[in-house]
Nanobody, 120 residues
Framework: QVQLAESGGGLVQVGGSLRLSCLGS????????MGWFRQVPGKEREFVAG????????SYTDSVQGRFTISRDNARNTVYLHMTNLKPEDTAVYYC?????????????WGQGTQVTVSS
């Protein structure tokens, strides 16, 4: 089983930017669609962005379209989420996972996540 480790979160002001990283270990991720998800206390984890195996196709939830960019570096076994123009409602714990396609449903083991806090 692949292990996933998210990093890069932190405290940022409204309008700021962050880049999250998701490092896979145990096996390669290059044959998998990958996705980023986020969760706030009391709510279900929601899909944020997804990317195809080769990185040539991306999908985003409406609320982050135009502000977030998902990318991947298969040589580094890493998936990224570049977040710009951050808003308070982006505050959440962010997770990555292997996802099914179509549907972008998570299929792997969750990592510990990385906290993103956007202050106004």
């Amino acid at each position: 089983q692949v292990q996933l480790a998210e990093s890069g979160g932190g405290l940022v002001q409204v309008g700021g930017s962050l880049r999250l990283s998701c490092l896979g270990s145990g096996r390669t991720l290059q044959r998998n669609f990958m996705g980023w998800f986020r969760q706030v206390p009391g709510k279900e984890r929601e899909f944020v962005a997804g990317i195809s195996e080769g990185g040539d196709s991306e999908s985003y939830t409406d609320s982050v379209q135009g502000r977030f960019t998902i990318s991947r570096d298969n040589a580094r076994n890493t998936v990224y989420l570049h977040m710009t123009n951050l808003k308070p409602e982006d505050t959440a714990v962010y997770y990555c996972n292997i996802v099914s396609y179509p549907g972008f449903r998570p299929t792997g083991i969750w990592g510990q996540g990385t906290q993103v806090t956007v202050s106004s």
